[in-house]
């Protein structure tokens, strides 16, 4: 081989493994930027949970189980602005995993205020009043009744993920409705009607 064919070769190794190097720093970057957003939605993700919980404290002095919650201007105060800490954090989610992660939490706290502001009280509106004066005056913040009794509702165009479920594939599996014999009989009819 001649010392040109040499250069030749030498210059080529020497791309190559430039181009090599850089292909590894560029995913070495790509994989550390993936993972840095990962963490960041993980921290974002548990402060919005814990949003949502300490709203729901709030609201009802505390108890974790819905109650009627007491008509306390500062508990119903204190409980939307969590609700919107909640949404301002969602809203910074970039990743699906997160964002479905928030999501399915979400549904599980609108059901717990769901069953916590369900009382027919609420169709009073001497609950939301300062009792204590001659003329009827605000107790319960307006915006922060609104703002709770909006993050109870299911929203109007959120897909119900059940909608693509394939009932006839569980019932015909096989193993469901093994034993299970008043769902049976109660899908039989619904059947037949």
């Not at 949502?52 to 201007?73: Q, Y």
Request: with cysteine; charged share 30%; hydrophobic share 35%.
């Amino acid at each position: 081989m001649s010392l040109e064919e040499w250069r030749t070769l030498f210059s080529a190794g020497t791309v190559i493994t430039v181009i090599v190097a850089t292909l590894n720093y560029w995913l070495a970057r790509k994989k550390e930027k993936v993972e840095s957003e990962l963490n960041r939605d993980k921290e974002l993700c548990t402060q919005a949970v814990l949003s949502l919980e300490r709203s729901f404290n709030a609201l009802t002095n505390g108890n974790e189980k819905p109650v009627l919650p007491e008509a306390s201007r500062l508990n119903w105060l204190t409980s939307a602005r969590l609700i919107v800490t909640y949404k301002k954090l969602k809203a910074e989610l970039k990743t699906d995993l997160y964002k479905l992660v928030c999501s399915q939490h979400e549904e599980h706290w609108r059901h717990q205020f769901y069953l916590c502001l369900k009382d027919s009280v609420f169709q009073n509106q001497s609950y939301f009043q300062d009792k204590t004066k001659d003329t009827p005056k605000e107790n319960i913040d307006p915006k922060s009744a609104l703002i709770i009794f909006n993050f109870k509702q299911w929203e109007p165009g959120k897909l119900d993920p059940l909608k693509h479920v394939d009932k006839d594939n569980i019932i015909n599996d096989g193993y469901t409705l093994n034993g299970e014999m008043g769902l049976e009989f109660y899908i039989d009819s619904l059947r037949s009607n």
